[in-house]
Nanobody
């Protein structure tokens, strides 16, 4: 099994920055890709960014140019650098790992990001 632990959420003013981290443990050799999703109250969970084992990244339209995803394969950790934060970025952010074996995907417990003055 793979376990994910997120950290780095908190309260930040509009225009500020935060860096989220997601550390994977367990059967990390089964991880094909990792990503960040977010869910705001009353809204569906949406993709923020994802990155493959080879380093190819993909971003949601609302964060392109502001957020950057990266990964440290040696430490089995993925990072999300969030710049120029807006109030609409306020959400619970969840780390996800896509696996090559069942259960095919796992989620972290989530970390809350609040952008407010």
């Amino acid at each position: 099994q793979v376990q994910l632990v997120e950290s780095g959420g908190g309260l930040v003013q509009p225009g500020g920055s935060l860096r989220l981290s997601c550390a994977a443990s367990g059967n990390t050799l089964s991880i094909r890709a990792m990503g960040w999703y977010r869910q705001a109250p009353g809204k569906q969970r949406e993709l923020v960014a994802s990155i493959s084992k080879g380093g190819s990244s993909n971003y949601g339209d609302s964060v392109k140019g502001r957020f950057t995803i990266s990964r440290d394969n040696a430490r089995n950790t993925v990072f999300l650098q969030m710049n120029s934060l807006k109030p609409e970025d306020t959400a619970a952010y969840f780390c996800n790992a896509a696996l090559s074996t069942p259960p095919w995907g796992v989620w972290g417990q989530g970390t809350l990001v609040t952008v407010s003055s």
